[in-house]
């Protein structure tokens, strides 16, 4: 090892809570990595210029690992799991809380500065989005006004499309959304922007939630959300539009398409219309419906935040 070295590793340690520690530690590491490279470096000589013994090191390299060792290790091990589970989504705060959700104590900056020491993090890409140009039609306002809380399920659905990119042209993601839970209760992936693929995503939404009552369904003013044929999907509903060119009147469908990208698609380069609807089959139905933490959710998926809806109202029914 060169002097060079040698003083690379003092200038990196001795500014640090336990500079012994880490110049062992990297005495070690060198050491390996040299073994090999089939050189034999002189490990007193090493100790020697970093004024540290041989007995010392000798007595570290055989330390047995401490329980606040073993149990930071068990964290570490703990935090990657949940990390890889969430398809590298979740950043310190969804972790920690997946971890006091199993029991374990810890705090959220600790999660993050154990993060920060095995260099992962919250897996995400931003990329521009063009805006919409939207209709100005007096005739279409705006029932939600923004009331994107609703108490129940099927009170308020939002719907939207968004681009995806492939490599043969784009395809076209319709979604439709309960705000209630945020759960995206129907989508269809299309290569036009008919509004037909519009009514099929609003009709697979009616089946799937056995729609009898009428809701307040919350769209912009794109031209498929004025047709008619959209009219006569949505007859039994309360049709409410976006204020032109406003996107923040359908912030949350905006929302959920902007995370779908940022989380996963942008991770990707999509082949085509049939790779794009698998990587968008996987991100709803196994991961965002049933598993993301949504902090409108008390940190619950959307699925298990509608359950425990369910539940208390049957006991609220029980009780009376």
Request: glycine content about 4%.
């Amino acid at each position: 090892m060169c002097g060079g070295c040698y003083r690379s590793i003092k200038k990196s340690t001795q500014h640090c809570g336990k500079p012994v520690e880490l110049i062992y530690e990297s005495v070690f590491e060198h050491m390996v990595e040299e073994e090999e490279k089939k050189h034999r470096p002189s490990l007193s000589r090493m100790l020697n210029y970093l004024g540290v013994s041989r007995t010392g090191y000798n007595s570290w390299l055989n330390r047995k690992p401490s329980k606040t060792d073993i149990h930071r290790q068990k964290m570490k091990e703990k935090i990657a799991e949940i990390h890889t589970e969430s398809k590298e989504i979740y950043g310190a705060p969804k972790i920690w809380k997946v971890l006091s959700y199993k029991g374990f104590h810890i705090s959220q900056r600790t999660v993050g500065v154990y993060m920060k020491q095995m260099n992962i993090k919250a897996n995400w890409i931003k990329k521009f989005k063009a805006g919409k140009l939207n209709t100005v039609n007096e005739e279409l306002k705006n029932i939600l006004r923004q009331n994107f809380n609703p108490s129940k399920p099927n009170a308020v659905w939002c719907t939207d499309i968004t681009y995806i990119w492939t490599a043969e042209g784009f395809v076209y993601l319709t979604s439709v959304m309960d705000l209630f839970s945020r759960k995206i209760i129907a989508w269809t992936l299309s290569e036009t922007l008919e509004a037909s693929h519009v009514v099929e995503t609003i009709n697979k939404a009616k089946r799937r939630r056995r729609h009898a009552k009428a809701v307040i369904i919350h769209s912009d003013r794109g031209s498929q959300y004025i047709s008619n044929e959209y009219r006569k999907a949505t007859k039994k509903m309360k049709r409410s539009y976006s204020a032109p060119g406003y996107p923040y009147d359908n912030a949350c469908i905006e929302a959920f398409h902007s995370v779908l990208k940022r989380e996963w698609i942008y991770r990707f380069q999509i082949e085509d219309y049939e790779q794009a609807y698998q990587l968008i089959f996987e991100y709803i139905e196994t991961f965002y419906n049933t598993k993301r933490l949504h902090s409108h959710c008390d940190y619950m998926s959307p699925d298990d935040f509608e359950r425990l809806h369910s539940k208390s109202r049957v006991c609220c029914q029980l009780a009376v």
